[in-house]
């Protein structure tokens, strides 16, 4: 059973975030050409450089699919993707982050080993509510520690056995 946990939102933060950097170039040149007689606003330099902030902070972001497996991780940008299957056994913890000038429906899951992808991975948990970005944690919390103590079981009869 594959189940889609982040938002599906991603590429289009990534498109925005191109069409604020290319909004910024002919605002940061203003001051200097001056082509149409108008003051500069430094205003609309500040709007446009929180924008990027954001951009730059939303770019890094994967979309995650729940498998009973693991996880698979895509980072998609247009034409070009890259898909990853994590196994639950390398994942070594799932951590809720707020941060103030971010997404506050943010995960970030670290690996035991690097993947194709990094060490670690963000994404923004599917729901714009604070319910259910906790229902989309806590159930993957809930999958990876069921795996981790399956392992151990499986470990701790063999051991018995022998």
């Keep these: 059973m594959e189940r889609k946990i982040s938002t599906a939102l991603n590429e289009f933060y990534k498109v925005y975030g ?5 909004l910024f170039l002919p605002f940061a040149g203003l001051p200097f050409f001056n082509p ?6 430094p205003l609309l330099l500040g709007i446009i450089l929180l924008n990027m902030i954001f951009v730059f902070d939303l770019w890094r972001m994967k979309e995650i699919e729940l498998t009973d497996a693991g996880l698979i ?9 890259k898909t990853v299957f ?12 707020f941060r103030w000038l971010s997404s506050r429906n943010r995960i970030s899951v670290k690996f035991t080993e690097a993947t194709a992808l990094g060490m670690d991975i963000t994404f923004i948990s599917k729901g714009f ?14 999958a990876v520690s069921r795996h981790k103590n399956d ?4 470990a701790a009869a063999r051991q018995l056995k022998n």
């Design 36 to 41: 149409f007689g108008m003051r500069f606003s």
């Design 73 to 81: 991780v895509t980072d998609r940008f247009f034409f070009n993707q």
């Design 86 to 97: 994590v196994p639950f056994e390398q994942i070594d913890a799932v951590e809720s982050k």
């Design 151 to 154: 392992k151990r079981l499986d």
């Design 18 to 22: 191109i069409m604020i950097v290319l």
């Design 129 to 142: 509510t604070r319910t259910a970005h906790n229902e989309v944690y806590e159930e993957l919390t809930r």
